[in-house]
């Protein structure tokens, strides 16, 4: 990667966490970005795979301007220190990312996690170790081999790299498996960004091979354990989880919500940023939705419903 590329993409990291006054900070091995300290709970963001704590994109960020908020890059990503010799399945993150947690003290916390993000956070709160607030799952990971969408699916079977990219072309494929409707970025920052995904394209293949290692399924079972209410979003047309997987989400979990983002793919934050922060704001604002305990048949029926 040269320094040219490096240049590229920081310029893009820091213009965001200047313009939302974010803080890089480290933990241990984690680097997260941090803002400034507010009343209300803390949210703590994790990322999908191979993505970082600096592509949640402008609309996620905002919530920063009201909430408390730390983007963390996953272990074995970003700014996060990588070991070779270190587990990268979601058990083993669920392992390194406690001690940050716990770090923050008595604050109320709400996990916010996308894909491998979300059954990381999922995890972390059936552990019941700490008492999370709220949860935010933006179509998880870890739910089995029967929510994966077919070219995944095939491609896990085959032994294929779905994710991960090292050249253009590699990226726009993978681009058009996560996007509904993949941006569109001048030649430089392409360069760039395939640059980058080419430096970390062993790293992420770990992850994957350390994920499936762990069991692909290994979520499902353990989100009847979550106490909280659990707002979960899904993109109508994901190609990575099949969207039919939102309401067996609901179904596994004690206390759940649903919204389905239409016309969204995999990254429904990136892609329908605002709708997706109108969700998540309706259920930080809405106190029946936090530490409610189970709800009555007609609160399940309403979840339910808004799935369809």
């Not at 059954?119 to 552990?127: G, H, N, P």
Request: charged share 20%; with cysteine.
């Amino acid at each position: 990667m040269s320094a040219a590329d490096r240049w590229v993409l920081a310029g893009l990291r820091w213009a965001n966490r200047l313009r939302f006054a974010l803080k890089l900070r480290r933990h241990g091995r984690i680097a997260y970005l941090e803002s400034p300290r507010r009343d209300g709970p803390t949210l703590v963001w994790l990322h999908g795979l191979g993505a970082s704590k600096d592509q949640w994109g402008p609309a996620m960020f905002g919530l920063a301007r009201q909430y408390h908020c730390l983007f963390i890059d996953l272990p074995g990503h970003g700014e996060s220190l990588y070991d070779c010799t270190a587990g990268y399945g979601p058990q083993a993150m669920v392992a390194e990312l406690e001690p940050l947690l716990v770090s923050l003290g008595d604050r109320a916390l709400v996990l916010i996690g996308s894909s491998l993000g979300g059954c990381v956070a999922a995890l972390l709160a059936a552990r019941q170790r700490q008492h999370f607030t709220g949860l935010v799952l933006l179509a998880p990971a870890g739910l089995g081999e029967a929510t994966l969408g077919p070219a995944l699916a095939l491609g896990l079977r085959n032994g294929d790299a779905c994710f991960g990219y090292r050249t253009e072309a590699e990226m726009a494929r993978f681009w058009r498996l996560v996007f509904e409707q993949p941006p569109r970025v001048g030649p430089r920052i392409a360069r760039a960004l395939a640059a980058s995904g080419a430096r970390r394209y062993g790293q992420v293949q770990r992850v994957v091979d350390d994920f499936k290692r762990e069991g692909l399924g290994q979520l499902a079972s353990q989100l009847p354990g979550v106490s909280c209410h659990v707002q979960v979003i899904w993109g109508s047309c994901d190609q990575v989880f099949q969207p039919s997987a939102l309401a067996e989400t609901i179904r596994l979990l004690p206390s759940a919500t649903g919204h389905l983002v239409e016309g969204a793919g995999h990254v429904a934050y990136l892609e329908r940023g605002d709708e997706v922060v109108s969700v998540i704001r309706r259920y930080l604002l809405d106190g029946s939705t936090l530490d409610e305990g189970t709800p009555g048949p007609g609160d399940r029926l309403r979840a339910t419903a808004r799935t369809s």
